[in-house]
């Protein structure tokens, strides 16, 4: 078994993606631009052990390209360049951090969830399940703090030995109806293409390069779920996603109001 050697990081902005960054590779930093485009490229090599090439990616909060930085970060996932995702999650805000998780999860790569701000959670009355929510997302959870300089080592081995998650995020029974209708007309079985059929997306359509007869399908099905739940593609899919993740942050955190009971 081969250990993972390019590491890409990707994080919703202030998650401590730059923090994380300069800790892992010190002063072995090489900055330029991404081609065609006016957003800072980073990358490094680890300060433990220099065969380890660590990749800097815009801060994003979804995959959906609508900026340079989405799309500088989406192209960058869908290619091979890399073997592991570290995905920075601001420990205090998983709900909203987790958007992304979820999309990057799908896309079916080798995926480490690196819960930072850790240091922060005491403080703030909340306590996150991480056993919990590794086995939910089929993914491993490492608890860092970029600020305390805590849990690199754990995250650097976890990441080397990463593989594909082990779990299929599941959404609402009539949205998994559309994306199995889906997949039989398209052949699309991979579910972050399957998602970005579903949204319309141009890129990803291109790239399918469907049949005129499968595109007319494509269509009536997704005709079909917007009647179905009285709403547009794109916000199925937003709305799927966070339905997912309110159940999930129920599951896994727990917020307690900064009362301490004394039980004796
Ligand atoms: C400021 N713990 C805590 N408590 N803070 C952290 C941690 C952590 O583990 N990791 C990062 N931060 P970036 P992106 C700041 O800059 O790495 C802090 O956008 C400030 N600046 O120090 O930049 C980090 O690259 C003034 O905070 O994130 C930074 O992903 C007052 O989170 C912020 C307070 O980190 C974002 C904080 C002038």
């Known amino acids: 078994?081969?250990?993972?050697k390019r590491f890409a990081l990707v994080g919703n902005p202030n998650s401590g993606k730059t923090s994380t960054f300069n800790l892992l590779t010190g002063s072995n930093q090489y900055v330029g631009n991404w081609?065609?485009?006016?957003?800072e490229r980073k990358s490094g090599k680890y300060v433990k052990d220099k065969s380890i090439i660590?990749?800097?990616?815009?801060?994003?909060?979804?995959?959906?390209?609508?900026?340079?930085?989405?799309?500088?970060t989406r192209d960058y996932l869908l290619s091979d360049d890399?073997?592991?995702v570290i995905n920075l999650v601001d420990a205090t805000n998983i709900e909203r951090n987790l958007y992304l998780t979820t999309q990057l999860i799908e896309i079916?790569?080798?995926?480490?969830?690196?819960l930072n701000m850790t240091d922060l959670l005491v403080k703030q009355n909340i306590f996150i399940d991480t056993e919990k929510l590794s086995y939910s997302l089929g993914v491993p959870?490492?608890?860092?703090s970029a600020l305390k300089n805590q849990g690199?080592?754990?995250?650097?081995?976890?990441?080397?030995?990463?593989?594909?998650?082990?779990?299929?995020?599941?959404?609402?029974?009539r949205f998994e109806a559309s994306?199995?209708?889906?997949?039989?007309?398209?052949?699309?079985t991979n579910r972050f293409e399957l998602i970005k059929v579903f949204e319309n997306d141009e890129k990803i359509l291109e790239r399918l390069a469907l049949s005129a007869r499968q595109a007319e399908e494509v269509l009536d099905i997704i005709a079909i779920a917007e009647d179905i739940f009285l709403d547009d593609r794109q916000s199925i899919v937003v709305n799927e996603r966070y339905q997912y993740l309110t159940t999930l942050a129920d599951m896994v955190e727990s917020r307690t109001q900064g009362i301490r009971l004394n039980v004796s």
């Open 108 to 114: 079916g790569k080798p995926v480490v969830i690196a």
């Open 82 to 84: 890399y073997d592991v």
């Open 54 to 72: 660590i990749q800097d990616l815009p801060g994003i909060y979804s995959l959906s390209p609508f900026t340079p930085e989405e799309n500088v």
């Open 152 to 173: 690199f080592d754990t995250l650097v081995t976890q990441s080397q030995k990463a593989r594909a998650p082990q779990v299929q995020l599941h959404y609402d029974e």
């Open 35 to 39: 081609p065609g485009v006016t957003v």
């Open 141 to 144: 959870v490492v608890n860092i």
């Open 179 to 188: 994306l199995t209708e889906l997949s039989d007309v398209t052949h699309v």
């Open 1 to 4: 078994m081969t250990e993972n």
